[in-house]
């Protein structure tokens, strides 16, 4: 084990070479630039020697406007190919791509944004939920507070799209969200998923175990009129605010069972495989992604002073 | 020791013995910290070494939001995650170094937490997952707030809450399976 003096020498040295290594760097930088900019210069010049050399060979009653002149000269002079032209319209070219039309859905459709809350802090948080009974459901106060706040319509018309985890219970006790029951889910609650019931797999503390949710998109109308099976109790909450609370049983005071075990955060925690369906019942499996939930809608997070997640993602019709 | 403040201060002002007091202050119980993360002595002696080195080199704005301790850890964290990340294939280590490992790591744990019953607890930690290591480790062993454990973590308060309810947790039944009680937990 290295002493103080050791330690202390070893992080001088290491940054003096650090220091030296960035400054070679930087000088390496600045030369690459400076003989870019050199040479970039000297065609600048050369190409303006070449352009007044043209306008020198035009006759003398031809000259006004030279530059005009001598761009439409060359564009129409015998032989002037194609790609001569091509080169010319460089800066047309820009004005082309101004002129696009914007990127529009693959139907010709003007691209709409759809807002998805995904999280939303308050400040009395539920930590300890109340385990919901066989059959009854239980929403978190940040879910609700997500809905009171975005409601069921944005600004644009569109529909708000709440992400949300759903924790499954048996007797009040929480089972773990397995595959078989994602898929006796999927089933279930096709008609009331709108965009997709996901199932996740997370590799936890780099791949010595792995932990599953079961997630889906619904709309508030969806959450409100959320039906559960008689077999089931169920806990809905923000998928960013879903960590996996300890939900205690009301007529058990002294006992306590997790909705997951054990915790995994994203920031930690590398996804494996992320498996999504979309409205059409294809599955999406996407690997290796911490945001695969934003990227594949190709999202953009915004995050307000409440530290709310929201997303704006691109609706593709 | 006035929690590393000042002497970070004296050291941006280019006094470099400010640095050298914030090895000597804080340089094993980092390294007590990123050997949770890392489970390897010498790896996190390494990051240990870089955190410092990040120091030195760039110079970063200390925010006073939180504790000095609480910012140095957090960089600590981060580097060791980086490191973890680029170096997620290592090399397998030798009789002999994994000797050295060990005797360096209880070299630490009797220098740094001196108390017997203190060291029980560490070792008994080092079963638990990294998660857990590191809550118990920053909530026994530094002191740290929930608040200050969720600025190093980068979790939220509420997730540190259950973190530490479930290290807890699993840490007591650990021990009581060894015969230990221990009356914090």
Redesign the interface.
């Known amino acids: 084990?290295?002493n103080?003096e050791e330690?202390?020498k070893?992080?001088?040295r290491?940054?003096e070479e650090?220091?030296a290594r960035?400054q070679r760097r930087r000088n390496t930088i600045m030369t690459i630039g400076m003989s870019a900019c050199c040479l970039a210069a000297v065609c600048g010049v050369g190409a303006i020697a070449w352009n007044r050399a043209r306008v020198s060979t035009v006759p003398a009653e031809t000259t006004a406007p030279a530059a005009q002149l001598v761009s439409d000269d060359y564009a129409n002079a015998p032989g002037a190919g194609d790609t001569v032209v091509s080169e010319n319209s460089a800066v047309s070219g820009d004005a082309v791509v101004v002129q696009h039309p914007p990127i529009m859905n693959p139907d010709e459709t003007p691209i709409d944004y759809i807002t998805t809350v995904s999280g939303f802090e308050v400040e009395d948080?539920d930590?300890v939920k109340i385990a919901p009974d066989n059959g009854q459901i239980h929403i978190s106060k940040a879910l609700q507070a997500a809905m009171d706040k975005y409601g069921a319509v944005d600004e644009n018309g569109n529909e708000v799209i709440y992400r949300v985890v759903i924790a499954h219970l048996q007797n009040r006790q929480t089972i773990p969200a397995t595959e078989e029951l994602w898929e006796q889910e999927c089933a279930r609650l096709k008609g009331q998923t709108v965009y997709g019931l996901g199932f996740e797999t997370y590799s936890?503390?780099?791949g010595?175990?792995s932990e599953h949710w079961i997630h889906a998109d619904f709309t508030k109308s969806k959450i409100e009129s959320f039906t559960a099976d008689p077999n089931y109790g169920y806990v809905i909450d923000l998928y960013d605010n879903y960590?996996?609370?300890?939900i205690t049983d009301p007529n058990d005071p002294n006992h306590v069972c997790?909705s997951h075990?054990?915790?995994?955060?994203n920031?930690?925690a590398d996804h494996e495989n992320i498996h999504h369906e979309d409205d059409h019942g294809n599955q999406i499996t996407n690997t290796n992604n911490e945001s695969v939930h934003h990227e594949e809608n190709h999202g953009t997070q915004v995050t307000n002073p409440n530290n709310e997640s929201v997303h704006h993602n691109n609706h593709h019709g | 020791m006035d929690n590393g403040v000042s002497s970070y201060r004296r050291f941006l002002d280019g006094d470099e013995s400010g640095m050298a007091e914030l090895i000597r202050d804080y340089k094993d119980g980092l390294l007590m910290y990123l050997l949770g993360i890392t489970r390897d002595f010498h790896t996190a002696e390494e990051i240990m070494e870089d955190t410092f080195v990040k120091l030195v080199v760039k110079r970063p704005r200390y925010s006073e939001k939180y504790s000095f301790k609480t910012w140095l850890y957090t960089i600590g964290r981060n580097a060791a995650i980086d490191c973890l990340r680029r170096n997620s294939k290592r090399a397998d280590s030798t009789v002999e170094e994994l000797a050295e490992s060990l005797a360096d790591e209880e070299n630490l744990e009797l220098s740094y937490l001196k108390e017997e019953r203190k060291i029980a607890l560490h070792k008994a930690m080092e079963t638990l997952n990294p998660d857990y290591r590191q809550v118990l480790y920053l909530s026994f062993f530094e002191d740290m707030s929930n608040a200050e454990i969720a600025a190093v973590m980068h979790k939220s308060k509420r997730q540190i809450e259950v973190l530490i309810y479930r290290a807890k947790i699993s840490l007591k039944s650990k021990l009581e399976k060894e015969g230990f009680i221990y009356e914090e937990l």
Do not use: A, Q, R
């Open positions: 084990m290295k103080y330690v202390t070893n992080v001088f290491k940054s650090l220091i960035n948080f930590t936890c503390d780099w010595v175990h960590h996996g609370y300890p997790f075990e054990p915790i995994c955060s920031n930690s």
